[in-house]
């Protein structure tokens, strides 16, 4: 039996188009660079992290609860922005991305906090082949809840068979499958576009 044809793709973005914006890496990374000790943060992390991705929180809230909660000797400015530096294209799959752009309807479908989403959709030029982001910050709620895969569905116009949701983990990738959508489980640029290929998105 042969799938529907497709016609949308929805795509993460966080390991997929890019790399992840503030994951457990990411953390890392910045929390080693400014010192702070680890164990800390993570426990104040864990507990506001919900909010931030749900935009029930600010940015700057986030970092007054998980940094700034006692004097450092660094700014917000500058943990901001290493913050920022964290994310890296990944070339390839963005070209795939761009290569199909005016011929599909495409949009994101992410968990991710609003300013650091607003950033990377500007220093990505995301917005140019993606039609609209359907995000945990704008639509208040997360993957891999069954919710926003049929609240992105709703606002598309798309029925669940005819939509392809590309994922780089497989609990997400299960959850669209769920709601009825199709679902590539992201490796590398090849697999994906063999994948697409084999689906007639190409």
């Known amino acids: 039996m042969t799938s529907p044809p497709i016609k949308a793709l929805f795509w993460d973005i966080g390991g997929v ?12 990374a910045v ?12 426990e104040r992390h864990k507990l506001i992290v919900p909010e931030l991705e749900l935009g029930r929180l ?14 450092r000797s660094f700014s917000r400015a500058e943990f901001v922005a290493a913050m920022q530096a964290q994310s890296v ?15 599909w309807r495409m949009y994101a479908l992410n968990n991710e906090s609003r300013e650091l989403n607003a950033y990377r959709r500007r220093t990505f030029r ?10 945990s ?3 208040g709620v997360s993957k891999p809840g069954p919710a926003i895969f049929r609240l992105a569905l709703d606002l ?11 994922d780089d983990r497989l ?17 590398d640029a090849g697999q994906l576009r063999t994948e697409l290929e084999r689906l007639g998105v190409s």
């Not at 995301?126 to 039609?131: A, E, I, N």
């Not at 598309?156 to 590309?166: D, F, N």
């Not at 609990?171 to 490796?187: D, H, K, P, T």
């Open 58 to 71: 600010s940015l700057d809230d986030y970092l007054t609860q998980t940094v700034f909660h006692v004097p």
């Open 17 to 28: 188009l890019l790399s992840n914006g503030w994951d457990r890496d990411q953390r890392r």
């Open 126 to 135: 995301l917005d140019t082949p993606l039609l609209a982001f359907f995000s």
């Open 89 to 103: 294209p990944h070339e390839d799959v963005l070209a795939l991305l761009r290569g199909l752009a005016g011929r």
């Open 156 to 166: 598309a116009g798309v029925r669940p068979e005819e939509a392809l949701m590309i």
């Open 171 to 187: 609990q997400n990738v299960e959850a669209a499958r769920s709601v009825g959508m199709q679902a590539i489980l992201f490796q």
């Open 31 to 42: 929390v080693t660079q400014f010192g702070l000790d680890p164990d800390d943060f993570q």
């Open 137 to 139: 910050c704008y639509l």
